[in-house]
């Protein structure tokens, strides 16, 4: 029982991770429909910030969390006006290869600014060990993960759903023509949703560092994680990436532990299936 | 204009043939750009005519060059007789797994065939006593080709070998895309619910389409496990994948000659630029991909035909 | 094809031939190195090596001038590798062949090797297997049998009864597997448990609580460098397995001298074998050092893969030094090289005239702290091992 317990708390420790590391995609992908593959890009960024603030200038890392998210999101409001901006109207394959092209920059660039070496992420000591609850082991830095998660995802769905902004947002992914006349700066809803989409990659990029490890490769090492849990998880809502992150956490962790011969093979046969069975994803758009 | 192509098309073709005394030196190189060229022509078919976006296209190819590998490994180092078979089972395996990717939007298919070219990417890690593993498959020996010509240190005969594979295969390509069923192909990419409306058999066309295109890939990959004589795991992964949907994009997708364009561009940039900055030559290949697609649509060879004036054949615009 | 395109073709070939002849008096040396990709650590540990021992011996050797030329294989990639060695034995007309950190790279241009009679020098791929391939290879980095299986003897030695192994799913993980598991138990010990990771594995969490379960005395590790070791040494430690009463135990490419800062203070006490490391107390290991840091600068931590491309460079200088002014003759190079000792950052070692594979000291070391670093130390050493592998 306590096993059991146990496998499920780090499978839903771990869905949490892979839905903090891609609801930024969620919201560039899932929202504004746009295909940004350098997703992972920003997510590094967020953790180079995150090691670099808090190795070379001492900052803590609850301090260099936001520092993260902050670098992200104004290195996506300067590329959105550079760059994004002309390719929301052009096509899913021209999306794919220019965001891939900023994927090979940004790993020349890291390499160059930290080198091809992992970077050491040290937690704060009230973050690390773990407490033990009814014989069950609970790892603390797991504990934040969820906190952060749920509240993420508590936070993006109130704002999505419940606010004008939100419905700003949506009017101008659904018809940006419509939403103009109506008075809507489509424009500037776009920047700032893409800024918020980039700000949550470096969120999570950071947040993972502590499992995920960090190099310049790390965009696309994990580009299928990111975009897994936004395919099964459906686009245009933030609970489909949430119920398919946790959902995947969970089979991967239990799989790995209860079949450890099939270990490699649990997440993607997962992914496949569910696709197979609802190819709009869980939670299909209405 | 329709001459003027025929005459442009021949001219491609001949500059390729007369590769033995142009580009004397790059004769392996040469022969993977056209490998390369292949593979993407038989990604094309599915995603510049039939419209289905796939990450998961090194499977085929992978089936390909294992098949291939593993038949010279075992003792049929033959490599015509090779070859077909190799490219027969990997239409196989595109005939088995057609049915999983005709269906769902893009991001779907887009995951399905990732998640299917990683199975069986960790397979085949899986099946180390088979494979190789990592290690790669070992005791590939291909014989000679028509028994007398050695597959020789200077790329010779590996580049007119892959020269005259590529030729028939584009040609039967060509004829396919041409004929009322590559035209069904275009009007299902264009709009599935009105093609199933007017009585066409879409996933039919998909599967058919799906499988042939396997086929070549598998193809493809059997070229290289001859040519380079050796298999690894890389032939399944999912760079290959993902590098295949960039070449196809930067020379042009629908439009038959894109991936041999692509894949030219793509790999001879990535060969300069990595002998010029061994470390960060992807900076450079990164931009130059960015660039590529904020100054044309449809990649170069988009670009090429208006610059021609060259009148498009193709229908509606990219998914 | 037609007669007359044939011969052309020969005419180019010769004109080329021609031109590469005049240069006598500079040996070339094709290094094909993993620049970029996951592996890029790799080749740029292995190109930085070859560059610190240049720095120290000079670029020129008897009189003549050793020309390094770098290609990037991009990863494990057979058919590039190939392409590449094909390149720079036809058109740059390289005397040696040299680099290669992937297994699969070093298998498919063995046969160029055998064919062209040039000397390959790996410098870190470590499958038993490769030396096999081609006579005309040379290996002086080491292989992972032989630095597994003296694990094996030593924790079976030094009370440790019980092992839980865990390693990545792969050929070389496998190896390790077999290799200590063959010592260890000759040695009388008990394996508990064994588990193997996939490749691209990031949550351990599952693994770590399996063997918190099956309580062993010790697990042994082999995980590819990179993220993995550090998410486990991590896991292993926020999930307490030390305190209750596990050790780890690897091959030393888990706490490479590279990436040990990042695994922050997790590893200490951590007992590793491996045929270097950076804490090694010696002359020729300070000069490494002094020299990686000037090529590579202060923040790049050289590890055993600088050191494999340090002693193929001496390995090479040492060849064309025998060699005499003639052309380097392939022959003549492995017959130098057969038997050829060295003095390495490492401590000695030798090539194996029947093998040629590389015979050295493996040394016992434990993670600690050192003046606010973390290193390797050596504690105990088994002299001339060779490969098991074979």
């Known amino acids: ?285 209405a | 204009m329709r001459v003027r192509g025929l005459w442009l098309e021949a001219a491609f073709w001949l500059v390729l043939a007369a590769g033995f005394v142009l580009w004397p030196s790059r004769l392996p190189l040469a022969s993977q750009v056209l490998i390369a060229g292949l593979f993407a022509l038989s990604y094309d078919l599915i995603l510049g005519y039939a419209g289905i976006l796939s990450l998961g296209h090194a499977a085929y190819f992978g089936v390909g060059a294992y098949s291939a590998g593993l038949l010279a490994a075992h003792g049929w180092g033959e490599p015509i007789s090779g070859l077909i078979a190799a490219g027969l089972l990997a239409a196989l395996a595109g005939l088995i797994t057609s049915p999983l990717v005709v269906r769902g939007t893009d991001l779907t298919r887009l995951m399905i065939t990732t998640g299917l070219g990683l199975l069986l990417f960790e397979l085949a890690n899986r099946l180390g006593a088979i494979t190789g593993g990592v290690d790669g498959l070992q005791g590939v020996e291909v014989q000679p080709l028509f028994g007398a010509l050695r597959f020789d240190i200077y790329g010779r005969t590996a580049y007119g070998y892959v020269l005259a594979v590529v030729f028939v295969l584009f040609l039967a390509a060509r004829r396919l895309v041409r004929s009322p069923f590559g035209l069904s192909l275009r009007g299902i990419r264009g709009n599935p619910a009105r093609m199933r409306a007017i009585g066409c058999r879409v996933d039919l066309h998909l599967a058919a389409v799906y499988t042939f295109s396997a086929a070549c890939a598998g193809v493809a990959g059997a070229l290289l496990t001859q040519t380079t004589q050796f298999v690894g795991l890389d032939v399944l992964s999912f760079g290959r994948s993902a590098e295949l949907l960039v070449m196809l994009i930067v020379g042009g997708a629908g439009l038959l000659y894109g991936g041999f364009i692509g894949a030219a561009v793509f790999m001879i940039a990535h060969h300069y630029l990595s002998s010029l900055d061994p470390v960060y030559w992807q900076f450079w290949l990164g931009a130059g991909l960015v660039l590529i697609v904020l100054v044309g649509r449809d990649g170069i060879l988009g670009l090429g035909h208006r610059v021609l004036g060259v009148r498009r054949r193709r229908a509606g615009p990219a998914p | 094809m037609s007669g007359r395109l044939w011969g052309a073709l020969a005419l180019a070939v010769a004109v080329i031939a021609a031109t590469g002849a005049a240069a006598q008096d500079v040996v070339k040396v094709g290094m094909i190195a993993e620049m970029s990709g996951p592996f890029a650590e790799t080749g740029r540990q292995m190109v930085n090596g070859a560059k610190a021992y240049q720095k120290v011996y000079g670029e020129s050797v008897g009189g003549r001038k050793v020309e390094l030329i770098v290609r990037d294989s991009t990863g494990p990639a057979p058919e590039v590798a190939k392409r590449l060695a094909q390149e720079l034995l036809v058109n740059d007309k390289v005397d040696f062949l040299a680099g290669f950190g992937l297994t699969p790279n070093a298998l498919a241009v063995a046969p160029l090797a055998t064919e062209t009679r040039k000397p390959m020098i790996v410098m870190n791929a470590a499958t038993s297997v490769i030396t096999l391939k081609s006579p005309y290879i040379v290996r002086v980095s080491f292989t992972l049998a032989q630095v597994a299986a003296p694990l094996g003897t030593w924790a079976a030695r030094n009370g440790i009864g019980k092992v839980y192994t865990l390693v990545a799913d792969y050929g070389p993980g496998i190896d390790a597997e077999t290799a200590f598991k063959k010592t260890f138990v000759a040695g009388g010990g008990e394996i508990v448990g064994e588990v193997r990771t996939p490749l691209r594995n990031v949550e351990f969490a599952p693994y770590l609580q399996r063997i918190k379960d099956a309580r062993p005395q010790a697990v042994f590790i082999f995980l590819p460098v990179g993220e993995q070791p550090v998410a486990f040494m991590k896991g292993f430690a926020e999930r307490e397995l030390d305190k209750a009463g596990i050790r780890v135990i690897a091959t030393g490419d888990v706490t490479e001298d590279g990436q040990l800062e990042a695994m922050g203070e997790t590893p200490l006490g951590v007992v590793t074998t491996h045929h270097y490391s950076a804490a090694h107390d010696s002359a020729q290991n300070r000069t490494f050092l002094k020299a990686f840091a000037e090529v590579a600068g202060p923040d790049f931590k050289p590890n055993f893969m600088a050191v494999g491309a340090w002693d193929g460079m001496a390995a090479i200088y040492e060849s064309i030094r025998r060699n005499g002014s003639g052309p380097i003759d392939g022959d003549r190079a492995l017959a130098a090289l057969k038997g050829l000792k060295l003095d390495s950052p490492r401590g000695p070692i030798m090539i194996d005239p029947e093998t040629r594979d590389v015979v050295q000291t493996v040394y016992v070391r434990r993670v600690q702290k050192r003046g606010g670093r973390v290193f390797n130390v050596e504690f105990e050493q088994i002299a001339n091992v060779k490969d098991p592998g074979k």
């Open chain 1, 1 to 285: 029982m306590a096993s059991l317990l146990g496998v499920l708390f780090d499978g839903l420790a771990y869905g949490m991770l892979l839905f903090l590391v891609s609801v930024g995609l969620s919201v560039t992908l899932g929202l504004m429909n746009f295909v940004n593959l350098a997703h992972g890009a920003f997510a590094m960024l967020g953790g180079y910030v995150c090691v670099a603030l808090m190795q070379r200038w001492g900052v803590p890392f609850l301090a260099a969390l936001p520092a993260a998210f902050i670098a992200a999101a104004v290195a996506g409001v300067i590329l959105e006006r550079v760059l994004y901006r002309r390719f929301y109207r052009r096509s899913h394959l021209d999306q794919v290869l220019v965001t891939i092209g900023l994927v090979f920059m940004a790993i020349a660039v890291a390499t160059w600014a930290f080198g091809s070496q992992q970077q050491p992420l040290r937690l704060p000591s009230t973050l690390a060990g773990q407490w033990s609850l009814f014989g069950v082991d609970l790892n603390v830095y797991r504990c934040f993960l969820l906190v952060v998660g749920a509240s993420l995802a508590v936070v993006l769905t109130f704002v999505l759903e419940r606010t004008r902004f939100g419905a700003a947002v949506r009017a101008s992914v659904d018809d940006a023509r419509v939403a103009e006349a109506l008075g809507i700066r489509v424009a500037l809803v776009f920047q700032l949703t893409f800024a918020v989409g980039c700000g949550l990659a470096g969120l999570g990029g950071a947040l993972g560092v502590e499992v995920l490890g960090l190099d310049p490769t790390f965009p696309l090492k994990y580009i299928v994680y990111f975009l897994l849990v936004v395919a099964v998880g459906g686009t245009g809502s933030v609970k489909g990436p949430l119920f398919a992150a946790l959902l995947l956490g969970v089979a991967d962790v239990a799989g790995k532990y209860y079949l450890p011969q099939v270990g490699a093979f649990i997440l993607y046969a997962i992914m496949v299936l569910l696709l197979i069975v609802r190819p709009q994803g869980l939670v299909a758009r």
